[in-house]
């Protein structure tokens, strides 16, 4: 049995005099081969920096029919959370996971959840999928972003695996397009897509994804406010064949300091509650750029809004029963420029998005 407890957390440690059959550790960096019928995790998920990595470490160190057991997770009430990301509060939990959010990262991890007893989550390792691996497409698109889209595609990581990356420079009245062209010439990967004059982020969007050719999907935005190193993380799923659409969420991580403003927090967390119920399946942040899918279900989607094609992606990856998981990231401060959303204007879209999907999707069923 691997008991594993954080320095730095505060209530009452086991011993190892107590429990000497215990094996002890504060670290999450667990050296060796061995592999234990039980890891106990001591509040330390809410100190991690990457909950879903955490919860695959532990199932690396899980027998196949071992057990996690998780104390000291806090519970992420609509309150909390918006106290929480409004004050940026530094020095305390690291995330705080809503339930649902929580069990989909564990089902991720090759966990299966049992009811919670006491407080403590227990989860049976479950039999690891054996791994496929898929060709990728990376769109992004971008408007006058020539000081943050060559550092963006210098970031991209490299997958080890064939992918491409696809820069929709949508009528850029900078040099945008001359920044791409330049990296081209040394990266084989990289094309543009070029027009004028500008049309939006969901135009350009999707016709990143329509010229995209590999096998799955990932749109980036180009401000780097969620890190393009953080793509790794949206491969997973599909390979382990947990996914068939993946939605990153920024409500989970402590965020940059000037990366969202307190209204659009809130507004966030108001519409991903109609989201949820709409979709009749839980998401936590319907705005976050980096959305992953198939090619071969892009191609079933209805594509209606051509201002801001998230939520016709959400709405087909519901209609057409997709598996739509959600991954945390870390969401930064833009480096360069300002942030294009408008408050008044995106909610009004934000609002009537909403109304749109309960028409497709709630009152068609009828």
């Known amino acids: 049995m691997l008991y594993i407890r954080l320095r730095d957390a505060s209530s009452r440690t086991l011993s190892r005099h107590e429990y000497p059959h215990l094996v002890f550790s504060s670290s999450l960096e667990i050296n060796g081969a061995k592999r234990f019928d039980y890891v106990i995790l ?8 990457d909950a879903y990595s955490t919860l ?48 989909n990262l564990l089902y991720l991890a090759s966990f299966s959840p049992r009811p919670m007893i006491h407080g403590l989550i227990i989860a049976d390792a479950v039999e690891i999928k054996k791994k496929r691996e898929y060709s990728y497409s990376i769109i ?6 020539e000081e943050n889209i060559g550092r963006c595609i210098e970031r991209v990581p490299a997958f080890k695996r064939d992918y491409e990356i696809i820069v929709v420079n949508d009528g850029s009245t900078d040099h945008t397009a001359q920044a791409v062209r330049k990296i081209m010439g040394k990266n084989r990967r990289v094309r543009l897509i070029d027009y004028k004059p500008n ?44 996914a ?9 991580y402590p965020l940059g300091d000037d990366a969202m403003r307190a209204l659009h927090i809130f507004g966030n967390k108001i519409f991903s509650m109609i989201f949820s119920y ?35 992606l959400l709405f087909g990856a519901a209609e057409h029963n997709l598996k739509i998981v959600e991954m945390p990231i870390w969401y930064q401060n833009r480096e360069y420029g300002k942030s294009k959303m408008r408050t008044l204007k995106h909610g009004w879209m934000l609002l009537k998005a909403a109304i749109r999907g309960f028409v497709r999707l709630r009152l068609t069923a009828f």
Do not use: H
Request: hydrophobic share 35%; glycine share 6%; charged share 30%.
């Open 199 to 242: 049309r939006g982020k969901g135009y350009a969007t999707i016709q990143g994804l329509n010229a995209a050719k590999k096998d799955v999907l990932m749109i980036l935005d180009a401000d780097m406010s969620v890190r393009p190193e953080d793509l790794t993380l949206f491969l997973e799923p599909f390979e382990s064949q947990n």
């Open 56 to 103: 695959k470490r532990m199932r690396e160190l899980c027998r196949d029919d071992g057990k996690l057991i998780i104390s000291g997770v806090p519970k992420a009430t609509i309150f909390n959370t918006l106290i929480r990301l409004i004050k940026k509060k530094r020095g305390g939990p690291r995330n705080w996971i809503p339930k649902e959010l929580f069990e």
């Open 140 to 145: 992004i698109p971008c408007f006058n972003e």
């Open 278 to 312: 709409v979709l009749n399946q839980n998401v936590t942040d319907t705005l976050c750029g980096t959305k992953c899918l198939f090619r071969k279900d892009y191609a079933r989607i209805r594509m209606c809004d051509t201002a801001w094609p998230d939520f016709d």
């Open 42 to 49: 001591d509040e330390v998920l809410p100190y991690c920096d």
């Open 244 to 252: 068939e659409f993946v939605n990153g969420t920024r409500m989970v």
